[in-house]
């Protein structure tokens, strides 16, 4: 099946240094990747969506110069928190889809957990 | 706009016992729907998605749901819970760009 995996599971990190998060599709080519956030016992939100090649779209209120996005390959998109805070201490998960039509199946990676002290 | 509610945060049940994990949605058109399992450490799986035609869907590990329209509801059934079943399930609305609803998470009694 498809594999998505993450890289880091998990860091922590000082206040106001930039972190960056891998996502990759391991057996399969992902035309576009989504971000979320997960608080805890919450749900997952929407921060993201990256189409390869091309400037990522986010979701209302979520910070473009924060969290920055790049999908450079057809396998690997990453996530930049930068000059983290505290509040941005939470559980980030990536998926990846491929295909250019129609439906395509989200395959979600294991998480990220992020915390900021 | 679309938008998920599980009405459930926390379902505890004893092994063998059957389950339902509540689902509503508001969606402006025919919504497609999909129930996700998340166990601790591991990403998100897919248990079964409904687009259109029979209102009944059979997932996969034994789960069912069953779509309803006047009710705009899409909930979880498995006949007999295993220990191996306590998770955190997620209802989600939605196409490429999937809304989520809150989860519920399922605690299993030997």
């Known amino acids: 099946g498809a594999v998505v995996s993450q890289h880091p599971s998990w860091v922590i990190c000082k206040s106001g240094t930039s972190v960056k998060i891998e996502c990759r599709s391991l057996d399969f080519q992902a035309t576009t990747m989504f971000w979320y956030r997960q608080f805890p016992k919450q749900s997952l939100m929407l921060m993201a969506t990256s189409n390869e090649g091309s400037k990522a779209t986010y979701e209302q209120g979520v910070e473009k110069d924060k969290f920055l996005i790049n999908h450079a390959s057809l396998t690997l998109s990453t996530l930049t928190v930068t000059s983290a805070h505290p509040e941005d201490s939470s559980f980030y998960i990536c998926?990846?889809?491929?295909?250019?039509?129609?439906?395509?199946?989200?395959?979600f990676g294991p998480g990220t957990r992020l915390t900021v002290l | 706009a679309q938008s998920v509610t599980q009405p459930d945060i926390h379902i505890t049940v004893s092994e063998g016992a059957s389950l339902e994990l509540r689902c509503n949605y508001s969606?402006?058109?025919?919504?497609?729907l999909f129930w996700y399992v998340q166990s601790p450490g591991q990403g998100l799986q897919l248990l079964l998605k409904?687009?259109?035609?029979?209102?009944l869907v059979q997932g996969i590990k034994g789960f069912e749901a069953e779509f309803k329209r006047s009710q705009s509801s899409f909930n979880l059934r498995k006949p007999s819970v295993h220990w191996s079943d306590a998770a955190e399930y997620f209802c989600?609305?939605?196409?490429?760009?999937?809304?989520f609803g809150a989860g519920t998470r399922l605690t299993v009694k030997p």
């Open positions: 409904y687009f259109s035609g029979d209102t």
């Open positions: 998926s990846a889809e491929t295909g250019t039509s129609g439906y395509n199946e989200q395959f």
């Open positions: 969606y402006g058109a025919t919504p497609y």
């Open positions: 989600a609305v939605g196409y490429n760009d999937m809304r």
